[in-house]
Every structure is written in C-alpha cells, then in structure tokens.
C-alpha cells in the first residue's frame, strides 16, 4: 500500500519561509513524476510544482515562480517544497502527489495522495 504523509505546514507571517516535507512509502520512487498542490478555502485544488520523474524538471504555476522550489531526496523517499517570501494569498491546504508522468499531474491525475498539510500565511 503506498501512502503519502505531507509534514511542515504551520502558520507563518508574510514573508517567511517554510519547507513542506512529504514522505513516500512506494517502492519504486524514482519512476514517478511529483507533484505539489494546494487547495485554498472556496477554491478549486490548484498544482503548484511539479518535478519530473528523471527528476531534471521542475515546473512552477506562475504565482509561485523564484518563491518555491520542489525537490526530491531519492534515498529518502522524500519530496520537499522549500517556500520563501510567502504571500497570505499562499493560504491553503498543501497536498503532495504522485504520478506516471508531469502531464497526468496537470490534469490533476494523481495515482497517489496525501492528506495534505495545512499553511497559513497572516499578513
């Protein structure tokens, strides 16, 4: 059974940084594409980053880009997302994912799931 535990979120003030941790017990780490999302209150679940599964791609939603930074520990089975200058308009609930490849994350296709973590961002 493979589970997705997301960690790190907490409430910060604008302008700090926080680094999300997500921890992946699937066997073969390195053939997924990760992926990064977040659902704020009222919204749709929108993705944030994404890393590709030879890990030399990173893709970034444009409210995000040179604020976040997606990464993978393969070793670990971790993904990360280090967020720096965070906005209140960074609110939301942040859910990690898996999938066979960065397209089937855009259309919000994940094999796989986590419970997500919750960030808040005060002003």
């Known amino acids: 059974q493979v589970l997705l535990v997301e960690s790190g979120g907490g409430s910060v003030q604008a302008g700090d940084s926080l680094t999300l941790s997500c921890a992946a017990s699937?066997?073969?780490?390195?053939?997924?594409?990760w992926g990064w999302f977040r659902q704020a209150p009222g919204k749709q679940r929108e993705w944030v980053a994404f890393?590709?599964?030879?890990?030399?791609?990173?893709y970034y939603t444009d409210s995000v880009k040179g604020r976040f930074t997606i990464s993978r520990d393969i070793a670990k089975k971790m993904v990360y997302l280090q967020m720096n200058s965070l906005k209140p308009e960074d609110t939301a609930v942040y859910y990690c994912?898996?999938?066979?490849?960065?397209?089937?994350?855009?259309?919000?296709?994940?094999?796989?799931w986590g419970q997500g973590t919750q960030v808040t961002v005060s002003s």
């Open positions: 699937v066997s073969r780490f390195s053939v997924y594409a």
């Open positions: 890393r590709s599964a030879g890990g030399n791609n990173a």
């Open positions: 994912a898996a999938s066979t490849s960065v397209s089937r994350l855009r259309g919000d296709d994940g094999d796989y």
